[in-house]
């Protein structure tokens, strides 16, 4: 019962939630690299829930797949969510390099190198989800149901799980947790110089001809915090929601059977947490950004 209708409410929830990040994006007086992939982000998740979608319709309505039909669903499912995935490595690369490397950040993450590196990241996934389902993935003979041998089922489960989950994890863990000791070691600089030689007043700041420059290097510190605190939610919710399907997978898959409705409604809940994955970033952002909730009232 519950996989029949459950990425139908995700959709119902994700599709607009996903929408109104990409307007509300686009909106915003300056657009930066992150924002940029950001953006991308919610369509790659736009593009993972109605391909799963459709592919879960096709399922439990016994439509007909054919060989092509097969192929076809199957390959658009895994490139969206892989690239979903693989955009938030490059989210959290991009953050990473900002706060750890912030002189570099300037030529290492512009917006068009950000940009082309997701569109080349698509491009490469697009292609090895092709040839990966083209060639061990078919319809069975009556044509409605996909099939595999069984060594390349495994083969093609174990490739999709390291290659969808387990790799963009590991990356994702590295980088938000780099972004992390480093604006904390940040932090503690910051603190300890403004102990030793304290802040200027307001009215020298304001008699001083770098007055204009503080206030335009406040204004993009803050843009900067703002971001970073969202790439650090982002990555940490996108570790919290993967781990435990990993476990599951990876540990106890060999112990499932068709037969046993325990094993059988465990495998359809970790499924649920993962596609949600591509439903909770709209909330993520609302919740923790206070310029994309202002510019999101501001559209609405």
Request: hydrophobic share 40%; with cysteine.
């Given at each position: 019962m519950i996989d029949n209708y459950y990425m139908m409410v995700l959709c119902a929830i994700g599709l607009p939630g996903n929408a109104l990040t990409i307007v509300t994006i686009l909106a915003m007086e300056s657009i930066s690299p992150a924002t940029i992939l950001v953006a991308f982000l919610a369509s790659c998740d736009i593009g993972a829930l109605v391909s799963k979608l459709t592919l879960n319709r096709m399922i439990n309505q016994?439509?007909?797949?054919?060989?092509?039909?097969?192929?076809?669903?199957?390959?658009l499912t895994l490139s969206f969510?892989?690239?979903a995935n693989w955009t938030l490595v490059l989210i959290c690369l991009e953050r990473f390099i900002a706060v750890r490397f912030p002189l570099q950040k300037v030529y290492l993450a512009t917006k068009h190198r950000c940009t082309v590196a997701a569109f080349a990241l698509s491009v490469i996934i697009a292609a090895l989800a092709s040839a990966f389902f083209v060639m061990p993935y078919d319809a069975d003979d009556t044509g409605y149901e996909c099939v595999t041998t069984r060594m390349s089922a495994e083969m093609m489960f174990l490739t999709q799980l390291l290659f969808y989950v387990v790799f963009p994890l590991a990356f994702i863990a590295v980088f938000t947790s780099g972004t992390v000791m480093t604006l904390c070691a940040y932090q503690r600089q910051r603190r300890a110089m403004f102990r030793k030689r304290g802040w200027p007043d307001t009215e020298t700041r304001q008699t001083t001809g770098n007055f204009k420059s503080y206030l335009l290097f406040a204004r993009h510190e803050r843009r900067e915090k703002t971001i970073n605190v969202l790439v650090i939610f982002t990555g940490v919710l996108f570790i919290v929601i993967h781990i435990p399907p990993c476990i599951f997978f990876l540990g106890f898959a060999d112990s499932y059977s068709s037969n046993d409705a325990k094993w059988y409604l465990l495998t359809i809940i970790h499924y649920l947490i993962l596609d949600s994955s591509h439903v909770l970033n709209f909330f993520l952002f609302f919740l923790s950004a206070r310029k994309f909730r202002s510019q999101l009232f501001r559209i609405i």
């Open positions: 016994h439509v007909y797949f054919g060989s092509v039909g097969c192929k076809l669903v199957n390959t969510a892989t690239i």
